[in-house]
């Protein structure tokens, strides 16, 4: 079965850049034809999907975020990670890793990680 | 982008009940409409995919309908393990999925 496991610091400084590593374990990350998001979710507030990123390195980002954000990819330790840059206090949240899938050409988010929470703050 | 909007934002009901929650969106989608539950603390869990398929797994009580714009989760029979926030979420406008603000199901 495969699990999620999103990691990295959980206090990043204004400015700064945020950095975040989902493990994942159960499966090969470049099997079959998944990809790979980020969400995230301010406390108390609704779901934002940030992006996501094909083994293939091909990447669709929310233009909401475009400018700030990088995703990437290594198979050889099963692991995408997310960076975003030129963080502020609005950039508070949880942040969730998940796997896609497609069936029908419908596109889901069916495997989640638990979930890190990333402050900013000075 | 596409804005996907919740009704009701909060309801309450019993257990046994019949719940419905819709999910509208600004501008047609096609069936590419996803449900997620999500409870407190806790990462959001796929119910239905493509408007009304019923991801492996998860009980028959939970239902999807709609096209277009308009769609509807329904919950035959409320259980407990039902009380949960509600997410609708578009997957027909990449690269900008977005969700439904939720929709919270309390205990009467």
């Known amino acids: 079965q495969v699990q999620l496991q999103e990691s990295g610091p959980g206090l990043v400084k204004p400015s700064q850049t945020l950095s975040l590593t989902c493990t994942v374990s159960g499966g090969s990350i470049g099997s079959g034809s998944y990809h790979w998001s980020w969400i995230r979710q301010p406390a108390g507030k609704g779901l934002e999907w940030i992006g996501r990123?094909?083994?293939?390195?091909?990447?669709n980002y929310n233009p909401s975020l475009k400018s700030r954000v990088t995703m990437s990819v290594d198979t050889s330790k099963n692991q995408f990670s997310l960076k975003v840059s030129s963080v502020t206090a609005a950039d508070t949240a949880v942040y969730y890793c998940?796997?896609?899938?497609?069936?029908?050409?419908?596109?889901?988010?069916?495997?989640w990680g638990k979930g890190t929470t990333v402050t900013v703050s000075s | 982008d596409i804005q996907m909007t919740q009704s009701p934002s909060s309801l309450s009901a019993s257990v046994g009940d019949r719940v419905t929650i819709t999910c509208r969106a600004s501008?047609?989608?096609?069936?590419?409409l996803n449900w997620y539950q999500q409870k407190p603390g806790k990462a959001p869990k796929l119910l239905i995919y493509g408007a009304s398929n019923l991801q492996s797994g998860v009980p028959s009580r939970f239902s999807g309908s709609g096209s277009g714009t308009d769609f509807t989760l329904t919950i035959s029979s409320l259980q407990p393990e039902d009380f949960a926030t509600y997410y609708c979420q578009q997957s027909y406008s990449t690269p900008t999925w977005t969700f439904g603000q939720g929709t919270k199901v309390e205990s009467k």
């Open positions: 501008q047609s989608i096609s069936s590419y």
């Open positions: 998940a796997r896609g899938d497609t069936t029908m050409s419908y596109y889901y988010m069916d495997v």
């Open positions: 990123i094909f083994t293939t390195e091909n990447t």
